[in-house]
């Protein structure tokens, strides 16, 4: 027999295996773990009889750790996708970079490198951190404020600095909540209570207040208000069964075991002690099989020894006996309760405890000593609970108790009657015990106004830790007293942990039409734990509510809509401040606001001509962008979203600025691939069916709900409606969701464009450059010629251009040429104004040897020169004449869509259909 032992920590577990001649790689994978008496377990180890096998494992909570953080890490595609930006048909995704220079704030990667002369481009670069939009978070919340652009509908959340204050009484019951909702460049309009305007609210009800980058908290600035809202419930029908376990499997040789063990018993009424019925289970090893030896054990209040008045413990032991053949190992001890460990309802509500402390083996071969703290308990019956510690310097707790239902019971006629809630609440301070809510304290509600007013004045009493609210004496309203605070001073201020509770442990008759809710916990700091200085940069609102039944329900509903006003070009620069869904001044706001963006570019660093050319871009194609970002979200994660859906791209710091492109407007050719300059070609044509509709769901700005629209392609053109006749069972029909947009029509605009790429530009290319000819940009014009597989190819210079008025006719070459049929003539020339290259292609009309070409005659541009010097304005750009390549092959109309540097100073290039 092969015997393993699984080590985990200080536990472990012996198992024997009839494994021998056996292979280890037969049943072992991780050798490094392995060791076989006590030397690492090789692969190729036959097992034979009487080898002992250790394996080492790690904790299985790690395991779990490290199963999640790779599921994260795989996610989030770490490690398995290069740096380069992706595309796909109609969508980019772009990383930015950070730059040691003015702060700029950029995201992780950046996409092109550029060496030599010419068009200088961002080198591939990492950087640690991101920056995330996040604005004014501080102490007083763990929340962000959150980040609006364009028009969409805000529901302020508990992320977001909210106070709420309750007056306790039966007609004077108000709400009021406070929030920092947005930066004070928002504005807001049409007020709502769920799906109801405010204006249909009685003044009377209802009434709220503003204020946009006011420097005095409009709040109470020591409060740190924590969002709970959970129920405070008694389940009587859910069990708990709990047992003492302990592994040991320590060899022996003994006819005996002796266990001595320790139980404590907290929260004990002595006068009203149930007897405690236990079972005491020792598994060991006898003659080579499993044995168990087990004693039952009932202990009465006579057995136990008072530690305190609410704490006893009890000293038991057993002893086993093996007298025919010796025990040859213990494996496992266990302890566990056969019946009720709180027998009683005084047990219950006091929730006795049973802790199963420690135990001493002792054998003929061995004696070992565990501390073990393991609860034994068994009973039917469970409670929720809010538990929550405050900050430092807290000097008073307010608990806020909602009653989603109403505070009164319905009988069967229909009328009412008085009902009462039984919580628990109790708070201990650091290293400390629990304390009742009444012991060192003094008691109070607040009012609207958050001044302190006596518990007296309330329904509400408590007796130590047990909080009774009661109905108002006019039933008529009980349902509209739907929150209730209790607050208490603390002896001394410091950090503090409060606990609340259901009391109703034996009684759920109360709750026949709902729980109640800790809704909130408020603290009270002896400080001012508001940063001031962000109230100038922030919007607040004051919201007051009078409680009654029509309001019920609504209030944390409470919207309105929010506009971002922000810089907007009016033709002439960005001076101008206005509410805008323009993608291209979003994303300026997005990168140089200080208030948004915790490291803001300078507008230095933007290329302005390619950013106003995407602002133009949108205004004529009525593409908008909308949204809030309540959580730490990357800069970038953002501003990718809003070029996605408006077919821009941006180019990390091309030549020194952000500099951005459009997919799908008109384009110059900026230069060709053949192979004179690039090597490694590849075209692979997307072949087989294709998407034939897309589903896409999004926020819908007309009335904020959520939104779905479906897209078609059907007899070779993009359709809005389905083709008669046919179901969605008929088309490859996948489905995406659109964050950042609400407007129907740019979601419209995207989707049909990016089904048109999917079908209509169905080519890929790839091929490989040196970086000296590299020197053009993501989403250039290009043409890509296999010529190497150009038959009856011609290169050479032009030297003269023929001219027939203001038309080219062809070109005069300076010796003869081989011209064959269907043969296409590729310049390269030079626009020396915008100093660059220009590509031009043309079908030749005439064949045979010849030194002149001609073609269908175009308009002359003064672009095609021929043979000559030609001075640029700036750089004096010598140019001996346009090139020439004159043959017969497929010449594609090409938009680059990637550029991978590689380490060896060349490039990989992917473009597809222009």
């Known amino acids: 027999m092969i015997r393993i032992i699984t080590r985990n920590l200080t536990k472990k577990i012996l198992e024997e295996q009839d494994w021998n001649w056996h292979l280890a790689c037969f049943h072992f994978k991780n050798y490094k773990n392995c060791y076989i008496n006590g030397k690492p377990l090789k692969p190729y180890h036959i097992l034979r009889n009487g080898d002992v096998i250790e394996v080492v494992t790690k904790p299985g909570i790690l395991n779990a750790i490290w199963s999640v953080g790779l599921l994260v890490l795989t996610n989030l595609g770490i490690g398995t996708t290069s740096a380069a930006l992706v595309y796909t048909v109609g969508v980019l995704t772009i990383g930015l970079i950070g730059v040691g220079v003015a702060n700029i704030a950029m995201g992780v990667v950046s996409l092109f490198t550029g060496r030599g002369g010419g068009t200088t481009q961002a080198k591939e670069y990492s950087s640690a951190t991101q920056p995330e939009l996040r604005g004014a978070s501080n102490d007083i919340s763990d929340g962000v404020l959150p980040v609006l652009f364009g028009r969409t509908l805000q529901t302020p959340s508990y992320g977001q600095l909210p106070y709420r204050l309750v007056v306790d009484g039966s007609s004077t019951n108000k709400f009021r909540q406070y929030f920092i909702a947005n930066y004070n ?225 319905q009988e069967n006629d229909g009328t009412r009657s008085p ?105 009270y700091i002896d400080d001012k734990i508001l940063d001031k200085s962000i109230l100038p940069k922030v919007n607040q609102i004051s919201f007051e509510a009078v409680a009654y039944k029509g309001l019920s329900g609504t209030l944390k509903k409470f919207n309105y809509i929010a506009e971002a006003r922000i810089p907007v070009w009016n033709g002439k620069n960005w001076n101008t401040i206005d509410k805008s869904e323009n993608p291209a001044a979003i994303i300026r706001y997005l990168l140089t606001d200080s208030k948004v963006n915790p490291r803001p570019i300078s507008t230095e660093y933007i290329d302005n001509a390619s950013l106003v050319h995407l602002y133009e871009w949108c205004e004529q194609k009525k593409y908008k962008a909308s949204g809030i970002v309540a959580d730490s979200t990357k800069t970038m994660d953002v501003i990718n979203e809003i070029l996605k859906n408006c077919q821009g791209a941006m180019i990390p710091l091309l030549n020194g600025k952000h500099t951005f492109a459009i997919d799908g407007d008109e384009k110059v050719p900026k230069g060709l691939f053949n192979q004179h300059n690039s090597w490694d070609f590849s075209w692979s044509p997307v072949v087989g069916r294709l998407t034939e509709a897309i589903r896409v769901s999004f926020t819908n700005g007309e009335d904020f709900t959520e939104d779905e629209l479906t897209i078609y392609w059907y007899d070779g053109a993009v359709h809005e409606n389905i083709k008669p006749g046919t179901t969605d069972e008929d088309y490859l029909l996948i489905k995406k969701e659109y964050k950042y947009v609400n407007d129907r029509q740019s979601v419209l605009n995207s989707v049909k464009y990016e089904l048109e790429c999917t079908h209509k530009k169905r080519n890929r290319f790839e091929f490989s450059v040196n970086l000296e000819a590299l020197n053009m940009t993501l989403l250039d014009r290009v043409y890509i010629s296999n010529s190497s597989n150009m038959q009856n190819e011609s290169t050479g210079l032009i030297k003269n251009v023929i001219k027939e008025n203001d038309n080219i006719s062809g070109f005069e070459l300076y010796s003869d040429i081989e011209i064959p049929e269907n043969a296409k003539i590729i310049i390269r020339s030079l626009d020396y104004e915008n100093e660059q290259p220009l590509i031009s292609i043309f079908e030749v009309l005439n064949t045979g040897k010849s030194n002149f070409v001609y073609i269908n005659p175009v308009p002359y541009n003064e672009q095609i020169r021929g043979a000559g010097e030609i001075q640029g304005l700036k750089d004096k750009w010598h140019y001996d004449g346009d090139l020439f390549t004159l043959g017969q092959d497929t010449i594609y109309d090409c938009v680059i869509t990637d550029i991978k540097y590689n380490e060896d100073s060349t490039a990989t290039i992917s473009a597809r259909d222009y």
Not at 475 to 499: C, E
Request: glycine content about 4%.
């Open 419 to 523: 009902r009462t809630v039984n919580l628990e609440i109790m708070y201990k301070g650091e290293n400390d015990t629990y304390k009742p809510i009444s012991q060192g304290t003094k008691l109070y509600f607040r009012d609207i106004n958050g001044n302190k007013q006596p518990l007296s004045k309330t329904n509400t009493t408590v007796s130590g830790s047990k909080v009774v609210m009661h109905s108002p004496a006019d039933m008529n309203i009980a349902d509209q007293l739907f929150y209730r605070t209790i607050g208490f001073t603390l002896p001394k201020k410091g950090k503090y942990t409060v606990r609340v509770r259901s009391a109703d442990f034996a009684d759920k008759s109360n709750f026949d039409i709902g729980y109640p809710r800790c809704a909130e916990i408020q603290y």
């Open 185 to 409: 460049n928002v504005v807001y309009s049409n007020y709502k209570l769920g799906e109801t305007s405010v204006n249909n609210y009685s003044i009377d009800y209802l009434d709220i207040l503003t204020a946009s980058g006011s420097s005095n908290f409009i709040g109470f600035d020591n409060v740190k208000a924590e969002n709970v809202d959970e129920e405070l419930s008694y389940n009587a029908d859910e069990e708990i069964n709990q047992n003492a376990h302990y592994d040991y499997n320590e060899t022996t040789e003994t006819t005996s075991v002796k266990l001595n063990f320790v139980l404590q018993f907290s929260n004990v009424d002595i006068n009203n002690w149930s007897n405690k019925k236990f079972r005491n289970t020792l598994r060991t090893i006898v003659n080579g099989a499993v044995k168990d030896f087990s004693k039952d054990i009932t202990i009465s209040a006579s057995n136990l020894t008072k530690v305190d008045n609410k704490t006893y413990v009890y000293n038991g032991s057993v002893t086993y006996y093996s007298s025919t053949t010796p025990i040859s190992e213990i494996v496992y001890t266990n302890f566990a309760p056969l019946a009720n460990t709180r027998g009683n309802s005084t047990e219950n509500t006091k929730e006795l405890d049973c802790l199963y402390v420690s135990e001493k083996l002792v054998t003929d071969t061995l004696e070992m000593e565990e501390t073990l703290n393991l609860s034994i308990n068994k009973y039917s019956g469970t409670v929720s609970e809010v538990v929550s510690t405050s900050p430092e310097n807290t000097k008073e707790i307010d608990v806020i108790i909602s009653f989603p239902q109403g505070l009164f019971k």
